[in-house]
C-alpha cells in the first residue's frame, strides 16, 4: 500500500493562478481531510468529507474548493491564489464506522508558496 | 481561541532521560486525545492516543497520562532517543462523530546523544 499521496510536492504560484493539489488514498478509507499548517502553527482543517459525494467545511474553509467523486481522490481547489495560502497543505484519511475511533493517516505535504 | 494548547515551543534532554510534553485543553467535548509525531518534510505519524475515559494509556516506550479535571495531559517518552527527536503534535477529537480533530500548536524535542 502507498498509503496517503500528494501531488506535487512544492509548487510557486503567482497572486491570483489556480491550481488543483492532489490526494489519493489506497487503503479504501471512507473519511478524507485537507489540512494547512502555517509556520509555528498546528494544523488547522481546511474541509472533510466523509465519503464520496459528501463534503463539509472545516475551520478554515475560505478560497478552496474540493470535490470527492471516488472514495480514492480528494482534491483541493485553490481559484484565486493569495499571499495567505502560502502554507504546507497535508491530506489525510481514516476509517470510521459507527461509534469507533481511527487514526488519521497523513500524506507528505505539498508546499505551497504564492508571490 | 486556542483549544488545545503546547506551551512550550521546545524541549531538550539527554539521551536516555525522561521526555516530559504536555498539552492542556480547554474544550471539555473532546472524547479523544492523540499525540502525533512529525519529522522535517513529511506528515504526522500518529503515535498514541487515549480516550476521555481512561487515565493512562502505555504502548512501549510512549505513555499518555490525562487528568481530565484540570484539563491536561502529558506524553512521556522513557528512555528517551536521538530518533526521537521531531515536533510533537497534541490533538483532540470533537465528541460526535464529526471527526474533526483540533491541535497544538506543536513541541519540538530534541534528544542528544
Sequence with gaps: NAG?????????????????LQCAQDMNHNYMYWYRQDPGMGLKLIYYSVGAGITDKGEVPNGYNVSRSTTEDFPLRLELAAPSQ?????????????????TQ??????????L | DQQVKQNSP???????????????????????????????????????????IKDKNEDGRFTVFLNKSAKHLSLHIVPSQPGDSAVYFCAARITGGSEKLVFGKGTKLTVNP
Excluded: H
Design chain 1, 4 to 20: 496517503v499521496t500528494q501531488t506535487p510536492k512544492f509548487r510557486i504560484l503567482k497572486i491570483g493562478q489556480s491550481m488543483t
Design chain 1, 86 to 102: 502560502t502554507s504546507v497543505y497535508f491530506c489525510a484519511s481514516s476509517y470510521l464506522t459507527s461509534g469507533a475511533f481511527d
Design chain 1, 105 to 114: 493517516y497523513f500524506g507528505p505535504g505539498t508546499r505551497l508558496t504564492v
Design chain 2, 10 to 52: 521546545s524541549l531538550s534532554v539527554q539521551e536516555g532521560r525522561i521526555s516530559i510534553l504536555n498539552c492542556d485543553y480547554t474544550n471539555s467535548m473532546f472524547d479523544y486525545f492523540l499525540w502525533y509525531k512529525k519529522y522535517p518534510a513529511e506528515g504526522p505519524t500518529f503515535l498514541i492516543s487515549i480516550s476521555s
